[in-house]
């Protein structure tokens, strides 16, 4: 299965807006997100795995960007993504 992600959410917080959601990637060790947003400032990753501690997943795009957020990880990592941006 390749890397997915799905788009839950998405709040006015002050002067930015956040959007969150979860992503999979059972079988990759890299995916893109697209937040919704015109221009990522801060992006916060949560695996959910609880088989190892080992298990990662850090971003590959340097921020402030524009979309897509590109993310690399362990093989078979799935958590949580949040966003805040313009």
Do not use: H
């Not at 930015?16 to 801060?42: D, E, H, P, W």
């Amino acid at each position: 299965m390749a890397f997915s992600f799905t788009k839950t959410e998405e709040n006015p917080q002050g002067s930015l807006r956040m959007t969150f959601g979860t992503f999979t990637g059972t079988a990759v060790a890299s995916g893109n997100i697209y937040t919704g947003l015109q221009k990522v400032i801060f992006m916060y990753l949560q695996p959910n795995n609880a088989q190892s501690p080992l298990i990662q997943c850090n971003l590959s795009t340097t921020l402030p960007s524009v979309d897509p957020i590109g993310i690399v990880m362990t093989s078979g990592v799935c958590g949580y993504w949040m966003a805040w941006g313009y």
